[in-house]
């Protein structure tokens, strides 16, 4: 009988323990529910192209660079009469050759970096045989340092440093030391001999 008891009065205490936690899932449920409606829906959401997704985080965006960089100095180095060669070794190997076009060489340069805007340039080679007859170059082709402004995502505070001695600037420099004559090493076994023997 008292084992009855026991647990007769025992099942009201579980079942307001029970009732108590149930209530507070349910309670936590509908908050985390009510945070949800104010979110943007599916439907709404920003592109990911330099958008924060859900308004709130900016995904890392890996840097693409595709292609060969070409500036307004390394071009105008470029003349037409030039052999193939000597055009692929200054610009570089080209993107884009076809067999069926093999008088047509593309050099097309890419770029997506993050915090920058994308650049698209495309350079084409027009050849007569293995001469250069032409080159198409965009509108917008920058020189080096306005390519280095494009993609320079650092921004820092005060004066860019100085890269270059001014003429007056290198003249003030001491000459360089001259370097010292290097004493000749021998070539090949070296033998050593025992010392001469004196008739004292």
Known sequence: MRLISRTASAAPARRTRLASVGLTALTTLSAL??????????????????????GLVRPY????????????????RIKPGMHRNQVRDLLGSPMLTDVFHAERWDYVFTIRRQGAEPQRRQVI??????????????ADLPSEKEFIAGINTFKPKGDAPKLELSEAE???????????????????????YPPLESNT
């Not at 529910?33 to 859900?54: I, N, R």
């Not at 370097?179 to 076994?189: L, W």
């Open 33 to 54: 529910l009510g945070g949800c409606s104010q979110m943007p829906s599916l439907g709404s959401l920003p592109t990911v192209a330099g958008d924060k997704v859900l």
């Open 170 to 192: 290198r003249k003030a420099l001491p000459p360089p030391a001259k370097p010292e004559a290097a004493v000749a090493e021998p070539v090949g076994p070296v033998r050593g």
């Open 61 to 76: 965006r890996v840097e693409v660079v595709q292609g060969n960089v070409l500036t307004t100095e390394l071009v105008a």
């Open 125 to 138: 080679a027009w050849f007569d045989g293995d001469q250069l007859k032409s080159l198409e170059t965009p």
